[in-house]
């Protein structure tokens, strides 16, 4: 099997990536110190005419000696002289050698005769000493190194036969290792720098004889065809030995069969080796790494491009053969023939040899024609000289002047050789076998790997769905939760919004009763100020106080008389016992005794009465003194509800708080002389008595701790009675007094009605012009209109007729009074109406109130006036008295009290009234009064 065919029987259609020669195998060529190196210099000693040193078109000389470094490969020649063998050394002795060696000037002279010779460069000359490794690393060593490289390489000997071409190429060295040839030395070198897992070394070894290529490793392989790539020029020999070489051994094996091979086929067809062309093939293939990064595009055959990839790196290898050629003897055919061959025998022996002559003339001439495929030879060796390989020659000479004439011809075949122009390129191809079988295991890989996705994206999309499921029943759920959450929120936001209108609602009520309340608050201050100025309990006190110290100075007056009785007494039981003798009455003086002893307990408990008079005088004053001390202080307001509070007198003066302390006094005075002979007091025969005592009384009455031990004592009835049967001013004043402030109390308040009380009241109020009795009147008066459950019994027996009676009395006093009570009235009926239990028209209106109501409206007494306006806006609150409040004029009063009233509670309540009444508005429509 042929190296060329290698490729193609592998199916690798490898596109070759020819390349230049590496400078760096260029320069491990020119470094190496027994290259083959042109010399630089033309043999000056050659004779002129005699150009011995041939160069084509002029540029030999030079352009070789440029090429050292070059791309090109020029074909190297050396030279080698066997040494004079044995029959050389006896027939030749007489006779000096035909050669001159100048190694060192790597010149050889050829003696013409005696006194010419001709001089001839070489690129090495190796002497006839020049051992077998040094012939190798000049010769075949820089071609060796090369086809490690990768490129093709040739070294072949020509030469005479007996000259030393085997010696040189053949020699296996088995006895003396020194001797070992180029071939051995080769493949040495090869095995030495080859890797046995990467690389691969192939050997085959063949004979041309006549035309026919030989096996020499197979001898039936008599006729091996030889192979042309019509595209690369490839030549092949398919059907040849293709020994794959692992060490040494194993080749030196080879080379003996393929000599003993040689022998035999020699001996059986009568043939010489010498005639015949051995041919050791050398197939070197090694794996390189393809440093190339980027994407790049590579040709195969086909001319078509390939695109390659970054990262799928294309592995590459290199090819690269040796070969190495055991020429014929290059002697003359006539020469040979004339040892008993047919000349057309001997033609076709050399015609090989011949036509290589032939080709290297032409290539040395650089003739068009190269007649390469003249001869097997030739066509085998067509990369070998002018093609692409690194050529090396040795042309073996012998020194014999006998065969003067061959070694000439030899000299000349190397010399023009020398002159052939090989374009050494290095055999590089992409190793797309490897990079198949790597894509493809890639390719595997991706399939596998993406069936494995595939599947991971199905059960992915599985599980998707199932998760998706899942969401999906989660939202369900959370929707009809967020349904039912929403359905709460709203049904709880209608109940907030129910419970917001009560709410509102509530407050409108409580706001509306709040306003009742304070209104009624203020007026209940109002009325107890106006209560204590009807009582004036500091005049009672005073007259009280003065009473007492009449009561006092009396009673001393009583003692002094007891007294002044007693000393008389005295002096005359004296006077009797001085005398009893002469004028012995002894009865009479019994009575006497007896009378005095009566006095004397009489006076003893005068006396007593007198001195607890004085203390409760002494802590009067004391009182007084301590009251004027402490400003400010005073007992806090009590509520007893409804317009008949009582608010204890505290006012935050002296005078007050001295009154208090009078009226602390004369609670201790109570509390000691007792209610029941206080109220007996009344009763008394004395005027006098009976003023005081009903000034006690009502003192007394101005206090709510006492007034229902005073009822519950029967002081009520005592102080109607004295009301009704008084003839006495002060007596029916302070009375009237006393029960209006008893009627501040609710209770009280029935039973004074009970007890007609009213009649009694309203009579006096007929009856009495005293402007204080009549204050004291209309105050009580004023005090049962604020009962609600008094209202219509008032009415009946006169109460409202009565209270707007006394307004005759013109006094501002007594004019509040009435004020107040009508408000009272009003108030009461208008609670009564909002509450649902009173309706119909206003008894006050009933009874004629509204005119003096309108005409005092604006009464100038702010105490009148506040009480007028108020009762106006209850009046006018209720839709039933508001044709009346028309009618009767106090719309206008109204109208002004919403605007002007200085108190703003009833100024919006006036305000509030007017805009609620349809009638109020069609009348204030109908006077164009823009409200
Ligand atoms: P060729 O192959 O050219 O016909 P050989 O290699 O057979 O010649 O050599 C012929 C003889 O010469 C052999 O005996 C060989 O040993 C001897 N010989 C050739 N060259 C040398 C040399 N350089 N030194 C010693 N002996 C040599
Ligand atoms: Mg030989």
């Known amino acids: 099997m042929a190296f060329a065919s290698h490729n193609s029987k592998n199916g690798l259609h490898a596109s070759r990536l020819d390349r230049p020669l590496s400078v760096n195998s260029m320069k491990s060529l020119a470094s190496s110190p027994t290259a083959l190196t042109p010399t630089s210099t033309r043999p000056k000693s050659a004779a002129p005419g005699s150009s011995s040193v041939q160069r084509r078109n002029g540029t030999g000389a030079q352009k070789s000696g440029k090429d050292d470094s070059g791309v090109s490969g020029r074909v190297r020649v050396a030279v080698r002289l066997r040494p004079r063998n044995a029959e050389e050394l006896a027939a030749d002795a007489d006779f000096a050698d035909c050669v001159e060696l100048l190694p060192e000037l790597k010149r050889l002279k050829l003696r013409k005769n005696n006194w010419d010779c001709e001089t001839y460069q070489f690129d090495e000359v190796l002497t006839e000493t020049a051992s077998q490794k040094r012939v190798y690393e000049v010769v075949a060593k820089p071609v060796v190194e090369s086809v490690l490289e990768g490129y093709n390489g040739t070294v072949m000997a020509y030469g005479q036969t007996g000259t030393g071409k085997t010696f040189t190429l053949g020699r296996l060295g088995e006895e003396d290792c020194a001797d070992r040839g180029i071939m051995v030395r080769a493949m040495e070198d090869i095995l030495a720098d080859i890797s046995p897992e990467h690389d691969t070394l192939t050997v085959s070894y063949l004979q041309l004889y006549m035309e026919t290529v030989q096996d020499l490793l197979a001898p039936e392989r008599d006729n091996i065809a030889i192979v042309e790539d019509p595209k690369t020029g490839d030549v092949s020999l398919p059907g040849t030995t293709l020994v794959e070489l692992k060490d040494q051994k194993s080749f030196l094996e080879l080379l003996q069969t393929g000599e003993a091979n040689r022998f035999a086929s020699n001996t059986k067809l009568n043939t010489e080796s010498s005639r015949s062309h051995a041919l050791l093939l050398v197939n070197v293939k090694r794996s390189a790494k393809n440093k190339q990064e980027k994407d790049f595009v590579i040709h195969n055959e086909n001319g078509n491009s390939v695109h390659v990839s970054k990262g799928h790196r294309v592995p590459t290898i290199r090819k690269s053969k040796l070969l190495i050629v055991d020429l014929a003897g290059s002697e003359r055919v006539d020469k040979s023939g004339s040892e008993g061959h047919q000349l057309e025998e001997a033609k076709a022996i050399n015609l090989s040899l011949t036509s290589l002559g032939k080709c290297i003339n032409a290539l040395a001439e650089n003739s068009p024609h190269v007649p390469t495929r003249d001869s097997k030879l030739t066509r085998l060796l067509r990369d070998s000289f002018g093609g692409t390989a690194r050529t090396s020659l040795i042309i073996t000479i012998g020194p014999s002047p006998r065969h003067r004439g061959e070694t000439s011809s030899t000299i000349l075949f190397g010399q023009r050789a020398m002159k052939v122009e090989n374009m050494v390129k290095l055999k590089e191809e992409f190793d797309y076998k490897s990079l198949c079988r790597r894509l493809e295991a890639e390719l595997d890989k991706l399939i596998a790997d993406n069936e494995r996705q595939a599947q991971a994206i199905f059960d992915g999309e599985e599980d998707m769905e199932r998760k998706l499921e899942e969401a999906g029943t989660r939202v369900a759920e959370a929707e009809s939760k967020l349904a039912a959450a929403l359905e709460v929120i709203s049904k709880e936001k209608q109940r907030q919004q129910k419970e917001l209108v009560e709410m509102m609602q509530n407050l409108q009520i409580e706001r509306a009763h709040r306003e009742r309340l304070e209104l009624e608050l203020r007026e209940n201050v ?297 408000a009272n009235f009003a108030k009461c009926e208008s609670r009564g109406a909002a509450q649902g239990y009173r309706t119909g028209r206003s008894l006050l209106i009933e009874d004629g109130a509204l005119p003096w109501i309108v005409a005092n409206a604006n009464n100038e007494a702010s105490s009148i006036r506040r009480h007028i306006e108020l009762a106006l806006c209850h009046l006018a609150q209720h839709e039933v008295n508001a044709k009346d409040v028309v009618s009767g004029g106090a719309l206008w009063e109204l109208i002004r009290i919403s605007r002007e009233c200085s108190r703003e509670d009833i100024r919006s309540l006036a305000q509030r009234t007017l805009n609620a009444s349809p009638t109020f508005q069609a009348e204030l429509r109908r006077l164009h009064v823009t409200y």
């Open 526 to 822: 109002q009325d107890l100020q106006d209560k204590k100025k009807i009582l004036e309990p500091e005049n009672i006190h005073k007259e009280e106080l003065s009473d007492l110290k009449q009561m006092l100075e009396k009673e001393c007056e009583l003692r002094q008389q007891a007294e002044r009785e007693l000393d008389a007494f005295k002096r005359e039981e004296k006077k009797l016992t001085n005398g009893i003798t002469e004028k012995n009455d002894i009865g009479e003086i019994w009575v006497l005794k007896k009378r005095l002893e009566q006095e004397l307990l009489e006076r003893e408990k005068l006396e007593d009465e007198i001195k607890s008079l004085k203390q409760q005088l002494l802590q009067v004053h004391v009182d007084a003194e301590e009251r004027s001390r402490t400003i400010g202080k005073g007992s806090s307001a009590r509520s007893s509800g409804g317009s008949n509070s009582t608010i204890s007198l505290h006012t935050p003066s002296n005078m007050k708080d001295t009154i208090n302390g009078q009226r602390a006094t004369i609670a201790k005075l109570f509390e000691q002389v007792g209610l029941q002979k206080i109220l007996s007091l009344l009763e008394s025969e004395d005027v006098d008595v009976r003023v005081h005592a009903v000034k006690v009384v009502a003192n007394l009455a101005a206090e709510e701790v006492n007034q229902e031990k005073i009822v519950e004592a029967g002081g009520l009835g005592s102080l109607l009675t004295l009301l009704q049967s008084s003839e006495d001013e002060t007596i029916r004043r302070v009375a009237a007094g006393a029960i209006a402030n008893l009627a501040m109390n609710e209770t009280n308040q029935e039973l004074i009605m009970a007890q007609g009380g009213i009649g009694l009241l309203a009579r006096t109020a007929d009856d009495a012009e005293d402007p204080q009795t009549l204050r004291m009147v209309a105050g009580a008066i004023a005090n049962l209109c604020g009962n609600d459950k008094l209202q219509i019994k008032l009415r009946e027996e006169g109460g409202i007729r009565a209270l707007l009676g006394m307004v005759r009395s013109r006094h501002a006093d007594v004019l509040a009074q009435v004020a107040r009570g009508i």
